[in-house]
């Protein structure tokens, strides 16, 4: 019911979707966070997320199972996150939720996103034309 | 007692070297471990956060470390 995945090949997005697919299903919701071309004003020429792997992939997967737990009706998760060197317009993270109704495929899958944000062990490093920089590193 | 610590993005760059191995008194806690590693790694303490992992979990502050825990430094996660 739950498939989480850390990897360095290119996200198949449509897989994602498909994997979640599930007859008691009346909504699929799903997040894609995609590569943009500028940070805080300055243009991004790539950037790279490394992941601590054991690490983000039980926290990814914690964040899943409290999601699941929260919205008991949830049939299938997937969570799928980069890693690596990424380019402007690359899929960095798939997030994909079936449940019976949208409101809780919707709730369930911000839950998963914003969550994720804050506790999943990646970080991403910005490239910049004149130099680069750790996101959030510094207050 | 030897404690080996992994490191992660900044954190790395800050010491210069994927781990870290540090002796430590007995029942060091997590917080002591990030006291000793701010005075000896300065630049750590300028981070906007900086937690220590024990097997895969964030730890607490009084939580006691050991030798064979899986130990790393967190700096602010930025996945998604």
């Not at chain 1, 498939?3 to 994997?19: E, F, G, K, M, Y």
């Not at chain 1, 997320?49 to 039980?58: C, F, G, P, Q, V």
């Not at chain 1, 999943?120 to 996101?135: C, L, P, Q, R």
């Amino acid at each position: 019911m739950i498939h989480i995945d850390l990897t360095d090949q290119p996200i198949d997005v449509l897989a994602a979707l498909r994997s979640v697919e599930a007859d008691g299903a009346g909504a699929i919701n799903t997040f894609i966070g995609t590569v943009r071309n500028k940070s805080t004003g300055r243009p991004v020429v790539r950037l790279e997320y490394e992941a601590y792997d054991s690490m983000a992939l039980h926290q990814l997967r914690k964040v899943a199972e409290q999601a699941a737990e929260q919205w008991p009706m949830v049939e299938k998760i997937t969570v799928i996150h980069r890693k690596g060197t990424l380019h402007i317009g690359d899929v960095a993270v798939v997030v994909a939720v079936s449940t019976p109704h949208r409101a809780e495929s919707f709730a369930a899958c911000q839950y998963i996103i914003d969550t994720l944000k804050q506790v999943v062990t990646i970080w991403k490093k910005e490239f910049y034309e004149d130099g680069d920089v750790w996101v959030a590193a510094h207050p | 007692m030897n404690l080996k610590i992994a490191l992660f993005g900044i954190a790395r760059e800050i010491v210069g070297q994927p781990t870290l191995e540090v002796s430590a008194p007995e029942g060091q806690s997590a917080q002591g471990l990030l006291q000793s590693l701010h005075a000896r790694y300065p630049e750590l303490a300028r981070l906007s956060s900086l937690a220590v992992a024990v097997n895969n979990e964030y730890a607490a502050e009084d939580t006691p470390l050991q030798e064979r825990d899986e130990i790393a430094l967190i700096p602010p996660v930025s996945g998604g």
